[in-house]
């Protein structure tokens, strides 16, 4: 079948991997992908929430299955696009529908479901402009740390964790009066800080059954030792070693069970990834937040396990079925290094020449912010390329990637040298 994938990323061009060794796989194309997709499937120059692009696409390629890689569309409603449209109804999309994206899209409306599913989480409130003084006088009475968040999608950048409450009366105040994260952060959310070890569990459902995929750490700050700003993720590790069966079992039972049972109560279905980000305390399982997708760079070290083809994978979901799949999963560990631009996660140049690739043997090697330039790959974003190696164990694994990561070379590059230290 001809198969769309849409997206830009590191996650996409993983995934895009996984796709093209299927043998249900006729062509693939991707929207608007990057240097890394363009050398195994055919990139559209569209962006993924270019919703008529996407239909014209559909038609002229005679497209069998949409495959959403980021939030953006999924949010946005790209899933009830499709359904209302009479020439891509019968076209399988795989991803929840935007109703149940807001699972994603709103912090808000995720605290909500959780509450209504009695999903451990973090005690929160939720506060707007109408109600500002009203939050001021919450934050004056908080514990701290506290967690700020901004409703909406905010890149990624819409969490903010202020160790005073003056800092949080300042950062609450620039995200409702000043408009900090703009529209997103025009609702709210203030959160107890929960104290343990984070951890993704990554689920797979058509609205009815579910299968679990492998756990995953991924590490967010930009220095060595979990320090300065945050970013989309510097690395990741597949599987988590505290992530044992029970603990697994902890998290069918109180969290992936209860969320899917309580959204079809309310009338939602949840069709496609489920990513549940989680706090270890103690070795019970509380949740940080949902995503309406898989996650980058998490993706990167999950696909690599993937045993099984992909593509039966989101047929599965389609045709709910996915009760009837076999999930084989790799014993080996993974661990992805990003390597990023200089200045990332604040300002930074592109269009710098990578170099090196040729060196590259025994790891995988997914392109995130790179595009072509003159019969060049160059850099095209903050984060640049991911390199996931597989090995028995996370130092070794960890030892593929940095070696890997050093061969690679461009202007200002910069990588995190301690992907997995904290779990070894």
């Known amino acids: 079948m001809n198969i769309l994938l849409l997206g830009s990323g590191g996650r996409e061009h993983a995934i895009a991997w996984k796709i093209i060794q299927s043998a249900l796989c006729s062509k693939l194309y991707v929207a608007p992908g990057n240097a890394g997709t363009q050398g195994i499937a055919i990139n559209l120059d569209f962006g993924d929430s270019d919703f008529d692009a996407i239909k014209s696409a559909c038609i002229e390629y005679a497209i069998e299955m949409v495959v959403v890689g980021p939030e953006t569309p999924l949010v946005k409603g790209i899933v009830d696009y499709f359904l209302d449209d009479n020439l891509l109804r019968q076209i399988p999309i795989i991803g929840p529908n935007k109703v149940a994206a807001q699972l994603e899209g709103s912090k808000d409306f995720s605290k909500k479901i959780m509450d209504d599913c009695h999903i451990p989480t973090a005690k929160y409130a939720t506060f707007t402009n109408v109600n500002f003084e009203a939050g001021i006088e919450y934050l004056k009475t908080h514990s701290v740390p506290i967690v700020l968040k901004a409703d909406g999608l905010a890149a990624g950048k819409g969490v903010l964790i202020c160790a005073t409450i003056e800092e949080a009366i300042l950062e609450f105040t620039a995200m409702l009066q000043d408009h900090k994260f703009g529209d997103a952060g025009a609702k709210v959310v203030i959160e107890e800080f929960l104290q343990g070890i984070e951890l993704s569990v990554f689920v797979v459902t058509d609205g009815t059954s579910y ?207 301690d992907i997995g230290n904290d779990l070894i």
Do not use: W
């Open 211 to 417: 299968k679990l995929l492998p756990s995953a750490k991924d590490y967010k700050r930009i220095g060595v030792g979990d320090t300065g700003l945050n970013t989309g993720g510097m690395g990741a590790v597949s599987p988590v070693p505290f992530a044992d069966a029970t603990f697994l079992k902890k998290v069918e039972n109180r969290v992936v069970g209860p969320l899917l049972h309580g959204l079809n109560q309310q009338g939602i279905t949840y069709k496609g990834f489920l990513f549940v980000g989680l706090m270890n305390m103690n070795g019970e399982p509380y949740v940080i937040e949902f995503n309406c997708r898989l996650g980058d760079p998490e993706t990167e070290v999950i696909v690599p396990r993937l045993k099984t083809d992909i593509v039966k994978v989101f047929q599965a979901v389609a045709n709910t079925t996915v009760n009837e799949l076999n999930i084989e999963i790799a014993e080996e560990t993974a661990v992805t290094v990003f390597l990023v631009s200089g200045g990332y996660p604040e300002d930074y140049v592109k269009g710098k020449v990578i170099t090196g690739f040729d060196q590259i043997q025994g790891s995988h090697l997914f392109h995130a912010g790179t595009t072509m330039h003159n019969q060049d790959v160059v850099t095209n974003g903050g984060r640049v390329l991911a390199i996931t190696s597989l090995a028995n164990t996370i130092d070794d694994a960890a030892t593929l990637s940095k070696a890997a990561a050093e061969k690679i070379q461009y202007e200002g590059k910069y990588f995190r040298n």
